[in-house]
């Protein structure tokens, strides 16, 4: 899978008192992407932390907002991996609209690195085989 897309609706608590998606959000409306696409690979972040002992924290992330989500939108986000190493995975996230001809419009993009801190030791550590080998299905460096 080389590419991930979750729809999302732009509630009222997401909005500031004009209507526009505030700043923070958008970085929600990403993280629930990135935790629906480990469910769709049978990685529940619960099971991986009792299983592995890892969690998955973001590192660094850059954001660039385009023009602003409004509310009641329906939006997509899409999810790929720009870059995965033993101990991290670098996401790219867009945060989409589409008008009524299925032209797309680019609100929000980002990129986000998550690393694979081991629980005990409190420091990054290698990612599991079996999930890195999910990752690097969808690998496009």
């Known amino acids: 899978m080389s590419e991930f897309i979750w729809p999302v609706r732009v509630y009222y608590e997401d909005t500031d008192s004009g209507g526009v998606v505030y700043h923070s959000n958008y970085l929600n409306f990403m993280e629930r992407a990135r935790t629906e696409w480990l469910r769709t690979m ?3 972040q619960d099971e991986i932390v009792n299983e592995y002992g890892i969690l998955f924290v973001v590192h660094s992330l850059s954001i660039d907002y385009l023009k602003p989500a409004l509310f009641n939108e329906a939006l997509l986000v899409k999810t790929r991996v720009q870059k995965l190493s033993r101990a991290s995975i670098v996401f790219e996230q867009f ?24 629980v005990e030791q409190n420091r990054p550590v290698p990612l599991p085989k079996p999930v890195y080998e999910q990752f690097s299905k969808s690998d496009q460096s």
Do not use: A, C, F, P
Not at 99 to 118: P, Y
């Open 42 to 44: 049978h990685l529940e």
């Open 95 to 118: 945060i989409i609209r589409k008008d009524d001809e299925e032209n797309e419009q680019i609100l929000t993009k980002g990129m986000v690195k998550v690393v694979s801190l081991g």
